[in-house]
DNA sequence: CAAAAAATTTAGCCGCCGCTAAATTTATGA
DNA sequence: TCATAAATTTAGCGGCGGCTAAATTTTTTG
């Protein structure tokens, strides 16, 4: 039995991955929420991204520091947030990473809760299996019949309603 | 702005949600696999368990020892491991959901990593979610030609090998 | 330009879920 | 049966990412 088909806790394949996995869910869901910002105000404060993540900001400072030691932000004491070239790299893959996951859970028929079920699921998801949601996401758009039948197969009734 | 499309971290999901959501990931994982053991042998022990899921004895004791008290295990210190009524209901439900994203992952394309990949995103699925996950996989099962003509655009020239 | 206000940081605590080491209970076999 | 082995539990530690309270720095304003 190879160290692929054991079972591990949540926790275990945390502890597992630590060498290859840069981030921890919760310094992801921070990069992303600065990367956001940029592309809008281009640059960051502790008070912003505080209120942006519904966090108190002494747990903005302490994350802060951490993606900064990782060589992915640019910032001091006190001052303003930007991203470094390695950041902004990370963070835009953490938004597209998103948007794909967003785009799946609309094309199944998501509407509550969207937001929160993203960034749930994000984090666990590897990169290939995010290709792979991307090919089907491509599929449904290039082939709008197929999707169409799949949501009368799912909700019999209500054909063209939703959407 | 409701609750509803505020950003949150992941731990902040997860301390909204702690009134309704019964179960940490990490509960999750040792009813699951308790769950599995009961189908196979009717019961199951602490050191059984801790092989099982690659954790030490002591670290299974917490977690069954938290289950109990939430009236999932029918359990006493140092005895045998059964599940109560409860606990057989939500660890079918586990297993479940886990073989409804394992075969999502399948359908898609996944082979490498698949234990691992399911293991992580089966505990970030709503049960809104993971019916219409559900919906999907029994579409590609009733329209094979549509299932095909997905891995045919995910993989052109690979038309047939695989499965 | 000094005092007050606002923003940020530090220190220290908490629960989760791993771990190790040591204690305890249960099972085995000579 | 009784000593040893095996299984299990307890105690206590560590990192993560929240929090509060208090300290510090920066900004505003009279």
Redesign the pocket.
């Known amino acids: 039995m190879s160290r692929n088909d054991r079972f591990y806790?949540?926790?275990?394949y945390q502890l597992l991955n630590q060498e290859d996995k840069l981030l921890?869910?919760?310094?992801e869901?921070y990069l992303e929420m600065i990367y956001r910002n940029m592309e809008k105000e281009g640059y960051m404060?502790?008070?912003t991204l505080s209120n942006l993540l519904n966090?108190?900001?002494?747990?903005a400072?302490?994350?802060?520091?951490?993606l900064s030691a990782l060589g992915l932000l640019d910032y001091r004491?006190?001052?303003i947030i930007f991203l470094t070239e390695a950041g902004k790299k990370y963070g835009r893959f953490l938004l597209e990473r998103h948007n794909v996951i967003e785009k799946f859970l609309v094309n199944i028929g998501i509407t509550e809760n969207l937001l929160s079920e993203t960034e749930l699921i994000e984090h666990s998801i590897s990169k290939n299996t995010m290709a792979n949601i991307d090919m089907l996401n491509r599929f449904f758009e290039t082939h709008p019949a197929i999707l169409d039948e799949f949501r009368k197969f799912r909700e019999p009734g209500f054909e063209k309603t939703d959407e």
């Open positions: 806790t949540v926790r275990g921890t869910s919760g310094m869901d404060r502790i008070n966090v108190k900001p002494s747990s400072t302490k994350m802060v520091q951490k004491k006190y001052g």
